[in-house]
């Protein structure tokens, strides 16, 4: 069974920072990309950031661009996301997702995910 936990949201304040961790069992976690999401109350779901576990390339959407980093660890089948200089507007439901490789030629910013966690909340105060 597949599965994806992330852990490491929380309440932080304008301009810090939190590190999200995903932890993954159930897949070959080598043949697959992990992407990261969020979801503010009333928005769509909006794409961050993803890592290709094949290759190692990484991708970040503008909101986050500068600001994070990704990384994966093979060896725990786990990727982080570091969130640096946090916003209010970086409240949201922080997810991960896998999706097995290559899965479109646009990256992994653009394919459509599977396999998902439950989410962490991240809150941001001003």
């Known amino acids: 069974e597949v599965q994806l936990v992330e852990s490491g949201g929380g309440l932080v304040q304008t301009g810090g920072s939190l590190r999200l961790s995903c932890a993954t069992s159930g897949f070959s976690f080598d043949d697959y990309a992990i992407g990261w999401f969020r979801q503010a109350p009333g928005k769509k779901r909006e794409v961050l950031s993803c890592?290709?576990?094949?290759?190692?390339?990484?991708n970040f959407a503008a909101s986050v661009k500068g600001r994070s980093t990704i990384s994966s660890d093979n060896a725990k089948s786990a990727v982080y996301l570091q969130l640096n200089n946090l916003k209010p507007e970086d409240t949201a439901v922080y997810y991960c997702a896998a999706e097995w490789e290559p899965s479109g030629p646009l990256g992994c910013l653009f394919y459509e995910y599977d396999h998902w966690g439950q989410g962490t909340q991240v809150t941001v105060s001003s």
């Open positions: 890592i290709s576990n094949l290759d190692g390339h990484t």
